[in-house]
């Protein structure tokens, strides 16, 4: 079955460390999403990719880092400038620009601060 | 910019009662609407999707349509069940300003009780 898998499910992140969140999805999307999701609140954009080799920032990328060096893969580094970094977060996918078209969201993984 | 506003939660109900959950949007484009729901501890599912003023999405007994008039795409269900427990998001995406991206509310926590 197509869809994204997240890796790990839970992350736990010790002060001054880098870690890197894996996304990968088979459904042959062009475009990938990463979200930050704090308790009751709604979902934020950190960064998203339209086409492989290429990212822009999204509402809250200061202290993340991404990569898309492969169509199906676009990992997510929380790195030690984040200085909340507890949260739950989603990478999702969409077929391209169109609009209309609903991404489609893996599994979560959940980071704490040891 | 884009926003969607969702009534304020949580919502609790019975089994078999129905369910309401107000949802309004602020575009300057011609968005796409949707409604994603969230079981605990794992990524969103689109819910139902309405790309033009006037469409009507549904899925697994849930509708909402799309009035451009009152800039409103409110999710009602007739009968809920207890598996219906979840948080629901709406979203748009607005080719015009934001290409693929996602605008989501605060998200209503949904609780129906035997």
């Known amino acids: 079955d197509g869809g994204i898998t997240q890796s790990p499910k839970y992350l736990f992140r010790k002060e001054g460390q880098n870690v890197t969140l894996s996304c990968e999805q088979n459904?042959?999307?062009?475009?990938m999403y990463w979200y930050r999701q704090d308790p009751g609140q709604g979902l934020r954009l950190i960064y998203y990719?339209?086409?492989?080799?290429?990212?822009q920032k999204g509402d809250i990328a200061e202290g993340y880092s991404v990569s898309r060096e492969k169509k199906e893969s676009f990992p997510l580094t929380v790195t030690s400038a984040q200085k909340n970094p507890t949260a739950f977060y989603l990478c999702?996918?969409?077929?391209?620009?169109?609009?209309?078209?609903?991404?489609?969201f893996g599994d979560g993984t959940r980071l704490s601060i040891l | 910019g884009n926003s969607v506003t969702q009534m304020e939660g949580p919502v609790t109900l019975s089994e078999e009662a129905f369910l309401t959950i107000n949802c309004t949007y602020t575009?300057?484009?011609?968005?796409?609407l949707f409604w994603y729901v969230q079981y605990p501890g794992e990524g969103l599912q689109l819910l139902l999707k309405?790309?033009?003023?006037?469409d009507k999405g549904s899925n697994k007994g849930f509708e909402a349509t799309y009035r451009k008039e009152t800039t409103s795409f409110h999710l009602e269900k007739g009968s809920v069940q207890v598996s219906d427990s979840a948080v629901y998001f709406c979203?748009?995406?607005?080719?015009?300003?934001?290409?693929?991206?996602?605008?989501f509310g605060e998200g209503t926590q949904l609780t129906v009780n035997p």
């Open positions: 990719s339209q086409i492989v080799n290429d990212f």
């Open positions: 575009a300057t484009g011609y968005p796409s």
């Open positions: 999702a996918s969409s077929p391209g620009q169109q609009s209309n078209q609903p991404q489609h």
């Open positions: 309405a790309t033009k003023a006037d």
């Open positions: 979203a748009l995406s607005d080719r015009e300003t934001s290409g693929s991206r996602l605008t």
């Open positions: 459904l042959n999307h062009d475009a």
